[in-house]
């Protein structure tokens, strides 16, 4: 973060000092984890479900801290955050908050990313949104941008009202780019993100069904959505999905340049010519109009090159030629765990970690990509789908996990492995697809799942692991790798 004083963080946000007289320096990073804090940084003192930060405070600042910023006074140097009066009180929400001390912090942190974010003129901000895709698009983005200056990009999928003022805090006056990844749990969410750090540029990747139960329709995701678009500059660029027609009609939405990707001939940044190789990572041919690229992709997965297109047109709108950009998607790598992470055991058998999240549109991908590298061999290899969960779908749950189950049978996958009870419906689904005896197998949780697959995973397998992250399926993942090493 750029250098204040305690006085000037107390002014910027509306706050009062407590236990200081303003003088000590903010040189460091801002953290609400006391073992991650740095020599004159800032203390957010947050209150959790099972600890509170406020008692953490004195702590924080013996371990290098210049101050505190909480929302209520600390035996330490504060600044004390004043009470929500925003129109966004509502996003603030915090397991463990009751007294709103922890929504007052974090309102208090979005207006400093703001004031920092506004101080630094030559800072380039990109957005990006979308129901599936948006923290492996921004590890591309972050990636292609990175040989032109400094990019700073959230960890993982630290995309909420508290990761997106941290992260915009990391930016210095040497911070070239800031590439952010907006989430969203309702309208109005994503225009509040994009108040804290104002996007020059915006991409919406797709309008699918994930947070649907809070949306309430596909159109009312593509609402909240497209408030990104409708936050950009009239000198900013959007950068639309030409093969989602919900996103490509969001052109409509935004008063900066549109630039269209895809594999639509509309698109003004185009994929022709994708072939997928032993593992299912994509080459193609980029098209654009400064000229043609030839893209090998390191990453794993047909959706990977809607994903390099994105990166892809904001590297050329910011002065790239097409063979930079074929060059550094070439070089790209996965930056997120858990994530299409595939992994060969010496026995042949292949695991594919993608179990930190799920919603319908990303299932179906890894679907894809596991019913590709299966059959890159000759004759095909045997394939397991073992699918958690998918959270966050309302009163379409049911029918959503059912359409999975029967696209595992429509995709002729080897085996399905169903955990939870939750998923219960995808096992139903491959039944009624036409899936009979044991290829499909329900499961109550994953210490069963990995007692089925130690027990029956042979050489030469290849194993897909992919829920929503509360149901922390990974673990399936370590444990066939462990396995594999014994």
């Not at 895809?262 to 010519?273: I, K, L, S, T, Y």
């Amino acid at each position: 973060m750029i250098a204040l004083t305690l006085a000037e963080i107390a002014e910027i946000v509306g706050g009062r000092l407590h236990a200081t007289d303003g003088s000590p320096v903010v040189t460091g990073t801002i953290e609400f984890d006391t073992r991650k804090v740095t020599e004159g940084g800032l203390f957010l003192a947050l209150p959790g479900e099972r600890v509170d930060g406020h008692d953490f405070a004195a702590q924080a600042v013996a371990s290098g801290a210049a101050g505190v910023l909480a929302g209520r006074e600390v035996d330490a140097p504060a600044v004390i955050a004043p009470p929500v009066e925003t129109k966004h009180a509502n996003a603030y929400v915090l397991a463990g908050d009751r007294g709103g001390e922890g929504a007052a912090v974090l309102a208090a942190l979005a207006k400093l990313a703001r004031h920092v974010t506004d101080r630094l003129k030559d800072l380039t901000i990109v957005g990006i949104t979308g129901s599936a895709g948006k923290t492996s698009t921004k590890d591309l983005i972050a990636q292609v941008l990175a040989p032109a200056g400094e990019t700073i990009a959230p960890p993982g999928s630290f995309n909420n009202e508290l990761g997106h003022p941290w992260t915009a805090l990391r930016a210095t006056e040497d911070t070239k780019f800031l590439v952010l990844e907006l989430s969203a749990r309702g309208v109005g969410h994503i225009a509040h993100l994009c108040e804290i750090a104002p996007p020059r540029f915006g991409a919406v990747l797709n309008v699918g069904t994930a947070h649907l139960s809070e949306f309430g329709s596909r159109e009312g995701i593509a609402q909240g959505k497209g408030e990104l678009v409708e936050s950009l500059p009239e000198d900013g660029v959007a950068i639309l999905n030409a093969d989602d027609p919900l996103v490509a009609g969001m052109a409509s939405r935004t008063k900066a340049k549109v630039v269209l990707v895809g594999e639509n001939p509309n698109a003004d940044v185009r994929a022709e010519n994708i072939e997928l190789d032993e593992q299912a990572r994509a080459s193609f041919t980029l098209k654009t109009a400064q000229g043609d690229a030839h893209v090998k992709l390191a990453l794993n997965g047909t959706h990977q090159v809607g994903n390099a297109l994105v990166a892809a047109a904001i590297a050329l709108e910011l002065g790239a030629t097409p063979a930079e950009v074929a060059q550094r998607l070439g070089a790209a790598e996965r930056v997120s765990a858990h994530r299409m992470v595939i992994t060969d055991r010496a026995d042949g058998v292949t695991v594919i970690d993608d179990a930190y999240n799920a919603n319908p549109d990303s299932v179906r991908a890894a679907l894809k990509a596991l019913a590709s590298i299966s059959r890159a061999t000759t004759p095909a290899r045997r394939s397991w789908a073992v699918l958690g969960p998918m959270a966050e779908l309302g009163d379409d749950a049911v029918r959503e996990h059912d359409e999975i189950g029967r696209l595992v049978v429509r995709l002729d996958i080897s085996k399905l492995v169903v955990v939870g009870e939750a998923a219960r419906a995808m096992h139903q689904g491959a039944h009624l697809e036409g899936s009979w005896g044991d290829e499909s197998v329900r499961v109550p949780d994953a210490d069963a799942a990995i007692e089925l697959l130690q027990g029956e995973v042979r050489p030469g397998d290849v194993v897909l692991v992919k829920a929503s992250n509360a149901y922390r399926l990974w673990r399936i993942a370590e444990a066939l790798l462990e396995a594999g090493t014994k």
